[in-house]
C-alpha cells in the first residue's frame, strides 16, 4: 500500500510541474492571442517580424489577416491548423532546428492555395481549371509570391 502512495504522490508532483510549466509556457508566449484573428499575435514571434511588417505595406492588408491566408476557414480545421503549426513553431524555436527565412510547410502551401482560390474564385476559375505548368498544377504563389507580404526589401 505505501508503494501505491508513493508512486501516486510521485505521478501527482511530475503532472503537476507539466501543468505548471506548460501553463506558465503558455502565458509566456502569449499563446491566447494566437486564438484571435489579430495579426499582431505573429509577431509574439521575432522570426515574424518582417512578414507582418510586409503584410502592412502589402496590397491585402486592407482585406486580408493572416488567418484569412494561412488557416482554413472551416471551425474545426481552422483551429486544428493553428494548434498543429503552433506546435511546429514551438519545437523550432525551442530546438532552434528552424529555417530562416521561415518556409511554409507542403501542408501549409495547400492550405495557401486553397485561400487563394476561396477569395479568388471567380476570377481566376478559367485559368486554373485543368491549367498546368510543366505538368505541375500552377500555384497562385509561384508568381504572386509579394502579394501577401510586400514588396522585398
Given at each position: 500500500?505505501?508503494?501505491?502512495?508513493?508512486?501516486?504522490?510521485?505521478?501527482?508532483?511530475?503532472?503537476?510541474?507539466?501543468?505548471?510549466?506548460?501553463?506558465?509556457?503558455?502565458?509566456?508566449?502569449?499563446?491566447?492571442?494566437?486564438?484571435?484573428?489579430?495579426?499582431?499575435?505573429?509577431?509574439?514571434?521575432?522570426?515574424?517580424?518582417?512578414q507582418y511588417d510586409g503584410?502592412?505595406?502589402?496590397?491585402?492588408?486592407?482585406?486580408?489577416?493572416?488567418?484569412?491566408?494561412?488557416?482554413?476557414?472551416?471551425?474545426?480545421?481552422?483551429?486544428?491548423?493553428?494548434?498543429?503549426?503552433?506546435?511546429?513553431?514551438?519545437?523550432?524555436?525551442?530546438?532552434?532546428?528552424?529555417?530562416?527565412?521561415?518556409?511554409?510547410?507542403?501542408?501549409?502551401?495547400?492550405?495557401?492555395?486553397?485561400?487563394?482560390?476561396?477569395?479568388?474564385?471567380?476570377?481566376?476559375?478559367?485559368?486554373?481549371?485543368?491549367?498546368?505548368?510543366?505538368?505541375?498544377?500552377?500555384?497562385?504563389?509561384?508568381?504572386?509570391?509579394?502579394?501577401?507580404?510586400?514588396?522585398?526589401?
Amino acid at each position: 500500500m505505501n508503494q501505491l502512495r508513493l508512486s501516486l504522490l510521485v505521478l501527482s508532483v511530475l503532472l503537476g510541474l507539466l501543468l505548471g510549466l506548460g501553463g506558465y509556457t503558455f502565458y509566456y508566449a502569449r499563446g491566447a492571442s494566437y486564438l484571435s484573428n489579430d495579426p499582431r499575435a505573429c509577431v509574439n514571434c521575432h522570426i515574424m517580424r518582417e512578414q507582418y511588417d510586409g503584410w502592412q505595406k502589402a496590397s491585402h492588408h486592407a482585406f486580408a489577416t493572416c488567418n484569412d491566408c494561412h488557416v482554413p476557414h472551416s471551425f474545426l480545421s481552422k483551429y486544428f491548423t493553428k494548434l498543429e503549426n503552433g506546435f511546429w513553431h514551438s519545437k523550432g524555436f525551442t530546438l532552434q532546428d528552424f529555417h530562416e527565412p521561415i518556409r511554409l510547410r507542403r501542408r501549409s502551401q495547400a492550405v495557401l492555395q486553397q485561400n487563394c482560390l476561396y477569395c479568388h474564385r471567380e476570377f481566376v476559375s478559367e485559368v486554373v481549371a485543368g491549367a498546368a505548368h510543366d505538368g505541375e498544377e500552377i500555384n497562385c504563389v509561384q508568381c504572386h509570391k509579394r502579394v501577401g507580404h510586400g514588396p522585398s526589401q
